[in-house]
């Protein structure tokens, strides 16, 4: 029969009493089975631990060889002990994230910040991909959760909308079409335009609505990324049909922010693993996330920009 914990307590605490009934008492047991358990640790271990002096007991030079080995085990538990308390607190422990550029540089960098604030003991972890990647981030469990746009078709993950909104358009200050309210799509025709590719959401949902090939005549910059996108504007190669939510990286100040016609909804949603629940790191979050993206709608409201939480 292997040493149990009970017994090492009991040596534990005789070799600071020096007495068996002391000992009882503060492990609140009979002083019968405080014996009984000193006994059968001699028998185990195969060594005398304590002798006989009087009313009390004196620790052998094996008992004393000992106690640093059991002190070590106790102090090994104490700081099990808080590291459980401190991942059922969420105090500790890691979380890794999956999302699009979009959200790296504009809701996520704040939601982070708070969470940080809060748990500084948890080790974070964020990679950025194409919408695609995020899913199968999440799926190989490289990441707890992810952040993307719909729609989102694998079915081995859950999906939370968070805020809807509606794409727009963004140019230079200079751009022939920056005077106007509103940007339809008939306008683009004579334009150079800049898109995002099928492989992301946005570009998906514009794809479908605008008349490619009518359009390509005009030319066509082609890009996987908000931020290409966003930064070839800036630079004025064209004008750019794209989501809201990169207005809040602050990177499209110097730009012209219109509405489009015809609407283009989008929504922003959390996935994560059906196959495993979410760590208590990531549930503790994703309360940070949803208060951070309360804040972006109010933003985005504030720059006559449609958006809601969902």
Known sequence: MPVSLRQMEVFRLLMQ???????????HISQPAASQMLKELEQRLGLALFVRAGNRIRPTGEARALIEDVEQIFVRMGKMESRAAELRDATAGS?????IATVTGS?????????????????LCVNTHLARDVVQAVLREE??????????????????PLLRTQMVCMLPPHHALANQTQIDVKMLADQTLIVLDPSVS??????????????????????NMSFAALSMVRHGLGLVVTDPIILLSGLA?????????????????MVYSRQRPLPRTAVRFVANLKAEV????????EAGIPADIV
Request: charged residues 25%; proline residues 6%.
């Open 107 to 123: 809701i996520l960098p704040r939601a982070l910040a708070s969470f940080h604030i809060e748990r500084r003991g948890v080790e």
């Open 95 to 99: 979380l890794a994230i999956s999302t």
């Open 202 to 223: 946005p570009g998906k949902l514009l794809h479908e609505r605008l008349p490619g090939r009518r359009l390509r005549t005009a030319g066509v910059i082609e890009v």
């Open 294 to 301: 309360a804040a972006a709608v109010t933003r985005l409201r």
């Open 253 to 269: 100040d110097e730009l012209v922010v219109r509405p489009f016609e015809p609407t283009i909804e989008l929504t922003l949603c």
């Open 17 to 27: 009493t020096r007495n068996v009934t002391e000992t009882a008492r503060l492990l």
């Open 143 to 160: 990441a707890d959760l992810g952040v993307l746009y719909a729609p989102v078709e694998d079915h081995q993950v859950a999906v939370e």
